[in-house]
């Protein structure tokens, strides 16, 4: 297991250094551009479809729990009939 | 076009503290479930949500500072004053698992044998793996500082690989104590010495967990050049977390591991 950590560790900074070798862009100012567009987009949904497919899916799983852990709260609630 | 005439950040309308709290209640109510009902499903939504808000809240407050630039002079101002806050509110937190550690400790009980560590417990040596890990802590505080430095001397190959270093330490330390965890001859069910072991080690070690995942965040955020030599809040809130769990360690290792 050590071993393998330690290969783990080589892999990790080979790849880190190579990244510096093959030169990342700096796309910085690129998203600054996006994201100071006078549109009126809130800023949790500026950042293209995938943002408001993202926001749908956390609103939808939250509604869904809410109303899941309400339904569970009322069967609790209920005393189980004894035959 | 209107523009603001002061310095503070007045933030756009967002839905994530609705769905955080919500994410909250799922969670709760999740392990009512689990615990009483043996239902896995509603603590499952909980994480999934707590995590997917977690995200997008801190997504979007990379765009606010480093996309529009809202983070300016007194806004990280309140930010700073903020992290150093939650902090102190984290050290509280444990100083309540040292309490009760002492409490059982200092005064060992007959039921117990009269004695720290109690009868029959093998407490393990600190002069081992323990060691090693606070070898592994130190030498992460030291990378993070290296980093740090280079980063403020816009030096971008070092600054990249002194955090690769701190979050490589940071998993090696992760890594060991799980093994011990795995390896321990006494389990957290084994009285008052596993309780306060497990919950105590048990909390750092998901703090570790919660640092390395911060640092790791900034590395990427390092490599994509959001950070500049002067305006790298992120980095230092990462690194004062760090120092912290470097530091309560130190205290579990001399309490706990040494002393105990």
Redesign the interface.
């Known amino acids: 297991?050590l071993r393998n950590?330690l290969a783990l560790?080589q892999i990790?900074?080979r790849t880190?250094?190579t990244?510096?070798r093959r030169q990342?862009k700096?796309?910085?100012p690129e998203?600054?551009k996006?994201?100071?567009e006078?549109n009126g987009i809130?800023?949790?949904l500026?950042?293209g479809v995938i943002d408001g497919l993202?926001?749908r899916?956390?609103?939808a799983?939250?509604v869904?729990?809410?109303c899941?852990?309400v339904y569970?709260?009322i069967v609790?609630a209920m005393p189980k009939k004894v035959k | 076009m209107a523009h603001q005439t002061h310095a503070y950040h007045m933030v756009d309308p967002s839905p994530w503290p609705l769905t955080g709290a919500t994410a909250a209640l799922l969670l709760t109510s999740g392990l009512a479930m689990w615990f009483h009902y043996n239902s896995t499903t509603l603590m499952t939504l909980g994480l999934l949500t707590t995590l997917m808000t977690m995200m997008q809240w801190w997504r979007d407050i990379v765009r606010e500072s480093t996309f529009q630039g809202h983070h300016t002079m007194p806004v990280q101002k309140g930010l700073r004053y903020g992290m150093i806050l939650f902090i102190t509110s984290e050290v509280f937190f444990f100083i309540g698992f040292f309490w009760a550690f002492y409490h059982s400790s200092l005064a060992p009980t007959p039921e117990l044998g009269g004695s720290w560590p109690p009868t029959g417990i093998h407490p393990l040596n600190p002069f081992e793996v323990p060691l090693l890990n606070t070898a592994v802590l130190l030498a992460s505080g030291v990378t993070i500082t290296w980093a740090h430095h280079s980063l403020m001397a816009a030096n971008r190959n070092q600054s990249i690989q002194a955090l690769t270093i701190t979050v490589t330490l940071g998993l090696y330390f992760t890594a060991l104590q799980a093994m011990e965890y795995y390896e321990a001859p006494f389990t957290i069910a084994d009285g008052v010495y596993g309780s306060t072991f497990f919950v105590a080690t048990g909390f750092h070690g998901l703090h570790v967990i919660i640092g390395s995942t911060f640092l790791i965040v900034c590395l990427l955020r390092l490599i994509k050049f959001h950070f500049t030599t002067a305006h790298h809040f992120g980095f230092e809130a990462a690194a004062w977390y760090w120092h912290f769990v470097d530091v309560v360690w130190l205290f579990l290792y001399i309490s706990i591991y040494w002393w105990g």
């Open positions: 297991m950590l560790r990790s900074q880190i250094s990244a510096s990342v700096n796309r910085v998203m600054q996006i994201f100071q006078d809130p800023v949790h500026k950042g993202l926001y899916t956390t609103m799983l939250t869904f729990g809410t899941y852990a569970e709260l609790a």
